[in-house]
């Protein structure tokens, strides 16, 4: 049974940066694709960040976090990080970790809070 477990979240002032991590434990790391979505306080989830197995470890953004947030892995550690830098206001959100083990996104971390705030 594969199981994902975020780490790295919590409270930092606009302009500030965390790095969000995931270990997968149970599976195969290195086999797939993983992503990170997040779900904002009364809204739906979304798709942030995508590193993808079948497009030879390509990486995809959502426009909103382009050229700010990185999605990166080390298959070593069985861990995907999602380092976020200028955060916004707008980024608070619950974020979720996720492999894409066949065609569908899942199995799903628990989530982990991230706070942007003066």
């Known amino acids: 049974q594969v199981r994902l477990v975020e780490s790295g979240g919590g409270l930092v002032q606009p302009g500030g940066s965390l790095r969000l991590s995931c270990e997968v434990s149970?599976?195969?790391?290195?086999?797939?694709?993983m992503a990170w979505f997040r779900q904002p306080p009364g809204k739906e989830r979304e798709f942030v960040a995508e590193l993808s197995r079948k497009s030879g470890n390509s990486t995809f953004y959502a426009d909103s976090v382009k050229d700010r947030f990185t999605i990166s892995r080390d298959n070593a550690k069985n861990t995907v990080y999602l380092q976020m830098n200028d955060l916004k206001p707008e980024d608070t959100a619950t974020y979720y970790c996720?492999?894409?083990?066949?065609?569908?996104?899942?199995?799903w971390g628990q989530g982990i809070q991230v706070t942007v705030s003066s």
């Open positions: 149970g599976g195969t790391f290195e086999r797939y694709g």
């Open positions: 996720t492999a894409r083990i066949t065609t569908d996104y899942g199995p």
